[in-house]
């Protein structure tokens, strides 16, 4: 079992900054992909973006290429995603998911394991 831990969520102002981390603990999962998530009430969950195991790929969704960033670091066993540019859109609980390959996926179901969330809300 690999247990997922998201902090780094808050309040922040539109244009405004945050880094999210997710640690991961418990059965070691190096050679898993990781993605993120968010959802905000009333909606599905969105893909944010994932990581390969090496950390040599990524990939975002359309609403926040060019803004958001992943990145993993392997000794510390966590993720982080950075968000710049923030919109009151960006607005969402933000998940921390991990998958049993190597290779990133953008399906939520692909993923086996998840955090509990953190949220992000962007005023205006």
């Known amino acids: 079992q690999v247990s997922l831990v998201e902090s780094g969520g808050g309040l922040v102002q539109a244009g405004g900054s945050l880094r999210l981390s997710c640690v991961a603990s418990?059965?070691?999962?190096?050679?898993?992909?990781m993605g993120w998530f968010r959802q905000s009430p009333g909606n599905e969950r969105e893909f944010v973006g994932a990581?390969?195991?090496?950390?040599?790929?990524?990939y975002y969704g359309h609403s926040v290429k060019g803004r958001f960033t992943i990145s993993r670091v392997h000794a510390e066993n966590t993720v982080y995603l950075q968000m710049n540019s923030l919109k009151p859109e960006d607005t969402a609980v933000y998940y921390c998911?991990?998958?049993?390959?190597?290779?990133?996926?953008?399906?939520?179901?692909?993923?086996?394991?998840w955090g509990q969330g953190t949220q992000v809300t962007v005023s205006s």
């Open positions: 418990g059965r070691t999962c190096g050679d898993c992909a």
């Open positions: 998911a991990a998958r049993k390959t190597f290779i990133i996926s953008q399906d939520p179901g692909s993923y086996t394991y």
């Open positions: 990581i390969n195991w090496s950390g040599g790929s990524t």
